[in-house]
């Protein structure tokens, strides 16, 4: 496995597209029968929990990439995504006190770091649905605010669920095989932030050229007006 995906890395960096196209089946592959359909069917689907599953984010990351410029609007869907999760997250168990302390339980953290999610998951545990709600509506807000100014604030959201949630994907006590949803959903959200920081830039610029060439044309049709006065 390691030295499938340290060659796909490599030839991603190497050949580009052609290797994204491979990695693209790959993340496929391992969604699917690695990671059964991203637990899809088997635990709720929030995003706490890393759904829709890494490898499937990665295969949207690679084609993404693949048609970057032949079709920018694929970058923009990170906000669609994070609007789905809020309403996903109205599940009925998401409301329970099982859930949320099991989202909040740290297992997969050193248990030198476990103390530090503890206020979390304590108040998770006494207000379950009141944090639920707090959950949808972060959710809800960050997929309006992703494309404006509030992008930190959807990053911050992000690292806040991949810390104590996600655990940092059990990367620092081996659990894990992958980093877990939260930082490629972040990936997907700076997408659509540049995406849409060019768009305004590119506006802008076009602004910019019109109102010259307004002005450029104001002022040839003004000298043109002088000299036939004055002649």
């Known amino acids: 496995m390691f030295c499938v995906q340290a060659l796909l890395g490599f030839l991603v960096i190497v050949y580009h597209k052609s290797a994204l196209t491979l990695s693209c089946a790959w ?32 295969f949207w990351l690679s084609f993404i990439l ?40 740290g297992d ?22 009141l944090m639920n709600l707090l959950e949808i509506l972060l959710n809800f807000i960050s997929s309006l605010i992703i494309k404006k100014r509030g992008f930190v ?11 104590f949630a996600q655990n940092l994907g059990g990367i620092l006590t081996g659990i894990g095989t992958d980093p877990n949803s939260a930082p490629l959903i972040a990936l997907l959200s ?9 768009f305004e830039l590119r506006t802008s610029w076009l602004k910019v050229s019109t ?8 002022l040839k049709h003004f000298k043109s007006f002088r000299v036939s006065i004055f002649t």
């Open 190 to 198: 700076y997408a659509s932030y540049k995406s849409e920081r060019v």
């Open 66 to 105: 693949i048609f970057w410029e032949r079709c920018p609007q694929l970058r923009c869907f990170a906000g669609i995504f994070l609007l789905a999760f809020s309403f996903l997250q109205f599940d009925t168990v998401m409301f329970t006190q099982n859930f949320q302390s099991a989202v909040f339980s």
């Open 108 to 129: 997969a953290l050193p248990k030198e770091l476990v103390p530090s999610i503890e206020f979390v998951k304590v108040f998770a545990s006494s207000y379950p649905v």
């Open 27 to 58: 993340s496929f592959l391992v969604w699917v029968f690695g990671e059964g359909f991203g637990g899809i069917f088997v635990t709720p689907p929030s995003v706490l929990l890393g759904f829709p599953g890494a490898a499937l984010l990665y």
């Open 211 to 218: 109102h010259a060439s307004t002005l450029f044309a104001f």
């Open 153 to 163: 604030v959807v990053i911050s959201y992000l690292v806040f669920v991949w810390y």
